[in-house]
């Protein structure tokens, strides 16, 4: 029998989406071995009792609350580290993000404990839980068995679904912890929404995507510069790749794991056409592809292909369009 311990990141009175799916999946698997999900919240007064509670919709039996600045990962390590401490949890489990890896790095580092990071699945096997781990291009699958008393599984940006189990309330359990001097070395000055997290790429008649190939956040701008040009019902959407490297928020992910779109002209700027992202955008109106390797996958299913550098041809394009519009 082992417990499964999850962090719950919270924003404006609502929990993180890739939160509750790592309660989903916690309280799943934490069945499988004969145990029960607990989840840690670390926060202000507007961690209420009744918002905290919720957390049972989604399989946490037991819901740890401790003061504390949210969103900040040595805080939430002290308070994990603490929990596990007086629990015996066998897992921690979290739901990835730059935060998930931040506090379960270091909660691995705190209790020496073996850690899978990038995890896209999670199953018991004689009593344990097991995590697997796309590798080599995603074209293999690793499986981490863990050795000592803790186990930490931290999943890939949103690989675990939401359940809604119609469990009951969690218990709230208020817990003193004493923070480490580092922990409060860091100070949140602002909180907020992601750049274009806004965006309804669902709903876009014209999608500029991007990948890999704008070679760093910044180069979001040739696509975001595009979209406006078209103007109307234009949006940036964005392979996984670079939703996974931070570069454009996750709501824009099109793909297997993202959203399915099909807009009437969909635009491709630096993205390779991996299976899981064609099965998002397959079903576009007019797929056009701009890609500096011309045995490009992406080029199999667009209608037109332009084999080139798209830091020299976004900018071109743009401006055609602008002058096309008479702006
Ligand atoms: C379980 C699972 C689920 C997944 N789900 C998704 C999903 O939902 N969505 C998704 O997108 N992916 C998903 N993936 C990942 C997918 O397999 C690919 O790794 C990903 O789509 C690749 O993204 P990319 O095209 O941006 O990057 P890359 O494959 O690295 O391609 C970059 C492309 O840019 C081109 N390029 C580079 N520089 C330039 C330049 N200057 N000008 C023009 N072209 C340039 C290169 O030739 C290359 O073709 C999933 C994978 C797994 C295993």
Redesign the pocket.
Known sequence: MADVLTYVLHYEGAFNKNSLGAVSEGAARAKDVGGECHAVVVGGDDLTDDLCKTLGQYGATKVYRAKGPEGLAQPVIDVMATVIDEGGHGYALFGGGLLGFEIGAGLAARKQAGVTMEV?AVRAEDGKLVAER?IL??SKISVSHYRGDLGIIIGRINAFEIHQDGGGDAEVVDVNVEYSPWSNQAKMVQRGEQRGADVDIEGADILVAG???L?KAEGFELAENLAKAFGGNAAVAA????VDAGWYPYAA??????KTVSPKLYLA?????????KV?MQSSENIIA????AN?P?FEFSDLGIV????KIMPKLTEAIKAKKGG
Not at 239 to 242: M, S
Not at 253 to 258: D, E, M, N, V
Not at 290 to 293: A, G
Not at 308 to 311: E, Q, S, Y
């Open positions: 896209t796309p291009q995603d990948g890999r190939g070679g392979t996984r790749a670079v992910q099109i793909g297997q794991t993202g700027a630096g993205i390779s056409g991996a299976i899981q992202h998002g701009i890609n500096k390797d490009a992406i080139g550098d798209l830091n």
